[in-house]
């Protein structure tokens, strides 16, 4: 596992940087990741906080999480606790299930920055890989996103489930 460590009115520090690969490092042993996965850490300074942002591409999907606290090593730990509980709802999830094998259902995401006039726009492209519902469901949590876009493995449309307000989920198929 890499790491790209990033400050944001903030200089990442010898000792910040070792914290974070040390407490990050601890995670390889219930991830399945390659050692050329590149994990991207952004440490943000406010005002009267800090903030940690962690971004884990795994074979099974991307793990992605934030926390602000007074202190940025306390920050880093909760957002390690908030990595260690996703991971564990995933795995109670695939054995309550009984999944042999998950397909890879990574975001493949090209990032990139648009301009026109005054208004940034930012651009995502998404391939709308086919699941089931509860994959898609799953892909979302993971992600950290309030949506996933997927194609549904039995009607073959392309659909969007959201997360709910009140809770829940909701879902809207799109017709062409």
């Known amino acids: 596992m890499r790491f790209e460590i990033v400050g944001k009115n903030v200089t990442v520090t010898q000792a910040m940087r070792e914290q974070i690969e040390k407490k990050l490092s601890s ?9 050329d996965t590149m994990v991207r ?11 940690v942002e962690i971004t884990v591409p795994t074979k099974v999907g991307i793990l992605r999480t934030e926390v602000v606290n007074d202190d940025f090593y306390a920050a880093v730990d909760l957002a390690i606790d908030k990595l260690e509980d996703q991971i564990r709802r995933q795995k109670t999830r695939l054995s309550r299930r009984h999944r ?3 397909s890879d259902a990574f975001i493949q995401a090209d990032i990139q920055q648009e301009e026109e ?15 089931a519902l509860d994959e898609a469901i799953m892909q979302m949590e993971l992600s950290g996103h309030s949506f996933y876009i997927y194609k549904d493995e039995d009607s073959g449309k392309i659909a969007v489930v959201y997360g709910r307000h009140s809770g829940g989920y909701g879902l809207i198929e799109v017709d062409e």
């Open 27 to 35: 995670l390889e042993k219930y991830l399945l990741i390659d050692p």
């Open 41 to 51: 850490v952004v440490a943000r300074v406010y005002p009267n906080s800090q903030k």
């Open 100 to 102: 042999e094998h998950l």
């Open 117 to 131: 006039q005054d208004i940034p726009v930012r651009t995502k492209s998404v391939t709308a890989d086919e699941m």
